[in-house]
């Protein structure tokens, strides 16, 4: 390979020149053509980046040496197009980091740490893992942690009798220089949560656009999806999940103590026997605020991400005023939607 070569396809070195097939990829290589690729650092490839990518990723695995103009606009349309359905698992149009480790090939025990593919049930496991590994309380998972955390990964796998110490600290290097967004070294709460996906945030979900279309059926579904002990309440890691899942809908990058106080607002303003617990009574409260937010405005970025009048940004800023200032409204929809059972909220 010569130079010039290297310069006009960037995936060109990463092949084995007699079979024409990209190398396994090590931790450092693809950490490499990731970099190269997310040019503008946002965390995807997408736009001009992602037809530069496709074109050379063709290209370089093509027998005949092809350039990558060789590949022509309609060619880059149908390939997209087909790329992008096979790899793009949550349809959002960009390629993430996960997604590009499932079709370059790599290490099998790095490709591994990628490939966490039983994505959690709830926050409330994840939140039970954080817990876990943050073992200092700093509320971060920093490198030493970070370690122990991949380690006991390829343990689970029966691999870790295949990584020396030094791999693992590469590995670990990796994560941190993939998931690290702030570059401060450690991951906080939203970034380990992108490492460690769970299914989904049922809070997200389109039944809690708008009062009108939640039902009783609905609000046991999400309350039984948090009270993972089946005690009645949700309280513990379970409430930790909850509000995870409910503060990821008002701001994207947060740490555990944006966590803390978000709990302490919701808390205040929602807890009204005081017990530090969520009753269905308690959700019920929640649930109709949001999804009578979400039947009124469109969400819009501002504060923490959402309208100004939204309740979740009251509750992040002002303890749940708008809650509060609302109470007899919301109880006029919890009669409304759900029957006389369950209109009798404390005060």
């Known amino acids: 390979m010569n130079s010039l070569e290297k310069c006009n396809n960037f995936m060109r070195q990463f092949r084995d020149d007699e079979s024409r097939e990209l190398k396994k990829l090590t931790a450092n290589q693809f950490m ?11 965390g995807y490839i997408e736009g001009s980046e992602l037809d530069g990518f496709l074109k050379e990723f063709v290209s370089s695995v093509n027998a005949k040496d092809a350039n990558p103009e060789s590949v022509s606009d309609a060619m880059l349309v149908e390939l997209k197009e087909c790329f992008m359905e096979a ?7 960009k390629i993430e980091i ?26 409330v496991e994840f939140m039970k893992i954080w817990k876990t590994y943050d073992r200092d309380n700093s509320g971060f998972i920093e490198a030493e942690e970070l370690k122990n955390f991949l380690r006991d990964l390829l343990r689970e796998a029966k691999k870790d009798n295949d990584v020396s110490e030094d791999k693992l600290l590469e590995y670990t290097d990796t994560m941190l220089q993939v998931f690290d967004q702030n570059k401060d070294g450690k991951l906080q709460l939203s970034e380990m949560a ?9 809070l997200c979900r389109s039944v809690l656009k708008g009062a009108s279309k939640l039902t009783k059926e609905d609000i046991e579904r999400v309350f039984a999806l ?34 803390q106080e978000f709990q302490d607002s919701i808390m205040r303003g929602c807890d009204f026997n005081k017990d530090g617990k969520i009753s ?3 959700l019920t409260m929640i649930l109709l605020a949001l999804a009578k937010h979400g039947a009124e405005d469109d969400m819009q970025t501002s504060g923490m ?7 979740l940004a009251e509750i992040a800023t002002m303890g749940m005023k708008a809650f509060k200032l609302q109470k007899l409204r919301v109880r006029h929809f919890v009669n409304r939607t759900l029957g006389a059972n369950t209109t009798s909220l404390s005060h």
């Not at 370059?104 to 039983?118: A, G, H, S």
């Not at 309280?235 to 509000?243: S, T, V």
């Open 305 to 311: 991400g959402l309208a100004a009048n939204n309740p």
């Open 280 to 282: 269905k009574k308690e």
């Open 194 to 202: 992108k490492l460690l996906p769970v299914k989904e945030n049922f």
């Open 87 to 93: 790899y793009d698992d949550n349809q959002d149009g």
């Open 32 to 42: 490499e053509v990731w970099s190269h690729y997310d040019a503008d650092g946002n």
């Open 226 to 259: 948090y009270d993972r002990d089946n005690n009645g309440t949700i309280e513990n890691d379970e409430l930790n999940g909850f509000l995870k899942d409910l503060l990821e809908l008002v701001k994207k990058d947060y740490d555990a103590l944006d966590l």
């Open 98 to 123: 996960r997604e590009l480790a499932q079709l370059l090939p790599m290490e099998e025990n790095f490709l591994l740490l990628f490939r966490f593919d039983n994505p959690l049930d709830s926050s």
